[in-house]
């Protein structure tokens, strides 16, 4: 299978005015054509930085300081802003988590996605309308609701007018940020089912962000966890749920309520995640870790694959 | 028992624009709470679950006297609180308290931490500012945040979001109250600390024999921490009974479709989907009949005329629906 998008040592880093914070450190992961691949964390994992610089959308005073992001054949770090903005929309788009502020409330969502249209083809303002009307259609929205403004439509429907601007130009990658976060079970559960018809049917590879590892998991082919900016585990949800190899992983899975259980019991993890302000020394997860060693306090964690399974963790490693 | 509702009711009324005030007389309301009844026992948690509009919250502060009914009543503890007012209303707050979703929103920014838990035992004049000292002390060791001589005098902007809901839930305890109504209590909480939360609700409540009034749209959350659910729709509860029994067998079709809607760890587990289209009606518009036949997919012809009653099916099981009703 051919990948869609490469990450090689990635690191984002923020310069505020005290400190250096190390919202992404080292990560590395690729995403096949047409794979759906979650990524999960806590808030302030550094998952949504991530997902910006995969756009090279980092806000400031964050830059991306070292690592390739190889989309579609091109290292995209490499381009000019002229460059990155055509690729915007036309090769990775991103879906955000709160559909409201993205949508311009004085413009018919119809025209916003021609908007998006015009902007990247050379298609014919008819052609264009007409187009964004089969969108819409896709996307499960009646085509007379192209003149409507965004107030006139429900959460659900706004997110479902997002997804039809990511798609329009047909890209290799959609990146969805929390896409359902702001919506409830059942409009989450039709959104899903939406991004995988939508990759089935353009063979598009989906990046699905979020916090809910149950979302993830039940989603996702490929799933990677995030912890204070590392990539700790990456594997195939499969393999992840029936043997999750980080500790971290593995304590989160117990913390999360799965209803087919009976009479679970519900774990937390001692501690709550690191100041990256002032991180602490060796494995970023040891003052919460129930498998610590004497090394995890000193040295920062080797990242090891095992059986095509990336994780980070002296566990697995040899130790010095 | 600790309170009894009977027929809730809440409609607020819709702002209109100047024009159709002149050619229309005809008032508008969005019906938020629609007619519903409930008992929660003492030492019970009790949880309202529904999707966002459904009118779970409004229920949370109609119980608690912090909006006015429109019809309905609400017994506390043996008392009628309906119209209860002023003073007679504040001596019974110390007994009802409220636990709310956004532990950043519902701290004063600046209030130390200590003094933020001490206020309810000075508004409610239970103890001397130096005896409330020592209890504040002893409340902060009990929701786990020690040393506590540290956290009186952090102020909320040092803790994390699961400290400051530890704080909240401190706050909420420290006058011994009888009720509480936890509204999302978890919800903005990440989800390596909800158990510890969860638990620490828990813990309260066999301390004190205390009753929750559970607000949630996460029905996981819901089967780890009750002993009672209701799942409302649009403002009016359509399944309720012990939890167990409504995760065992589902009747409403609502319920039905919530619970397969659900997430569930496991990519290979092909689960029986029920798919429902739309969303949520408005509630300005409630549906005619069964408000959920518009989206309903066991729908029959007298479910678009006919309003369900909730009857009870077998022992503490009700549901709202036609297709039980003979």
Redesign the interface.
């Given at each position: 299978m051919k990948n869609v998008l490469e990450v090689k040592n990635l690191s984002v880093y923020y310069y505020a005015k005290r400190a250096v914070i190390k919202a992404v450190e080292n990560v590395s992961f690729s995403i096949g054509e047409g794979e759906i691949v979650g990524l999960v964390g806590e808030s302030g994992c550094g998952k949504s930085t991530l997902a910006s610089a995969l756009m090279r959308l980092v806000p400031h005073p964050g830059k991306i300081v070292s690592g390739e992001i190889i989309l579609n054949g091109k290292n995209i770090l490499e381009l000019s802003d002229e460059e990155i903005r055509r690729i915007r929309g036309s090769v990775v788009s991103m879906v955000f988590q709160d559909p409201m502020t993205c949508l311009d409330p004085l413009m018919r969502i119809g025209d916003q996605i021609v908007e998006t249209i015009l902007a990247h083809t050379d298609m014919s303002s008819e052609e264009a309308k007409k187009y964004a009307m089969e969108l819409l259609e896709i996307v499960g929205i009646k085509r007379d609701r192209y003149y409507d403004y965004p107030h006139q439509l429900s959460g659900g429907m706004r997110q479902r007018v997002m997804i039809a601007m990511a798609v329009a130009l047909k890209p290799k990658l959609i990146i969805a940020d929390e896409p359902t976060t702001a919506l409830d079970v059942i409009v989450q559960d039709q959104i899903m089912d939406l991004f995988k018809e939508l990759r089935d049917k353009f063979k598009t590879s989906i990046l699905v962000i979020s916090h809910d590892i149950a979302l993830i998991l039940e989603i996702s082919d490929k799933v990677g966890v995030m912890y204070a900016g590392h990539l700790v585990e990456f594997s195939s949800s499969e393999e992840l749920i029936e043997n999750p190899l980080h500790p971290y992983t593995r304590e989160l899975l117990k913390a999360i309520p799965n209803i087919e259980i009976e009479d679970q019991k519900l774990v937390s993890i001692p501690g709550s995640p690191p100041d990256l302000s002032n991180p602490p020394p060796g494995c970023l997860f040891h003052p919460r870790c129930p498998c610590r060693m004497d090394i995890c306090c000193k040295d920062a964690p080797p990242k090891l694959t095992i059986n095509g399974r990336l994780v980070e963790c002296w566990l697995y490693g040899d130790k010095p | 028992m600790i309170l009894e509702v009977t027929n809730l009711k809440k409609y607020f009324p819709v702002a209109k624009t100047f024009i159709e005030r002149l050619f229309s007389r005809e008032e508008k309301f969005v019906k938020a709470v629609d007619g519903i009844s409930f008992t929660i026992d003492k030492g019970e948690i009790f949880s309202l679950v529904g999707?966002?509009g459904s009118g779970k919250t409004t229920t949370g502060k109609l119980v608690l006297r912090l909006i006015d009914p429109t019809d309905g009543k609400i017994v506390f503890d043996g008392t009628d609180i309906t119209y209860l007012k002023g003073e007679e209303l504040r001596k019974l707050r110390r007994y009802m308290q409220i636990i709310y979703q956004d532990p950043y929103a519902s701290l004063n920014p600046r209030m130390k931490v200590g003094e933020a838990i001490m206020d309810p035992l000075i508004i409610h004049d239970l103890a001397s500012r130096d005896e409330a000292k020592s209890m504040v002390y002893e409340m902060l060791e009990k929701v786990g945040l020690t040393p506590p001589e540290y956290f009186y005098n952090v102020y909320p902007r040092n803790l994390?979001?699961?400290?400051r809901q530890r704080v909240v839930i401190a706050r909420a305890m420290i006058t011994k109250p009888k009720f509480v109504v936890a509204d999302e209590p978890v919800s903005m909480i990440?989800?390596?600390?909800?158990?510890?939360?969860?638990?620490l609700m828990l813990k309260f409540r066999e301390e004190l024999n205390l009753s929750y009034l559970f607000i949630t749209?996460?029905?996981?959350?819901a089967?780890?921490i009750s002993d009672k659910i209701a799942i409302m729709y649009l403002g009016k509860i359509v399944e309720m009974g012990p939890t167990a029994e409504i995760?065992r067998n589902p009747l409403h079709p609502y319920t039905k479709?919530?619970?397969?809607?659900?997430?569930?760890?496991?990519?290979?587990?092909k689960k029986e989907?029920i798919?429902?289209v739309g969303?949520?009606p408005s509630a300005i518009d409630i549906p005619s009949g069964c408000r959920f036949h518009t989206r309903c997919p066991n729908k029959m012809k007298r479910c678009e005329a006919e309003e369900p009653e909730l009857i009870k099916v077998s022992k503490e099981h009700f549901v709202a629906c036609h297709i039980y009703s003979v």
């Open positions: - | 999707e966002s994390s979001g699961g400290q990440d989800v390596s600390l909800r158990a510890s939360i969860l638990d749209h996460d029905l996981a959350v089967k780890y995760f479709a919530l619970l397969s809607a659900i997430p569930v760890p496991s990519p290979r587990k989907r798919k429902l969303e949520i």
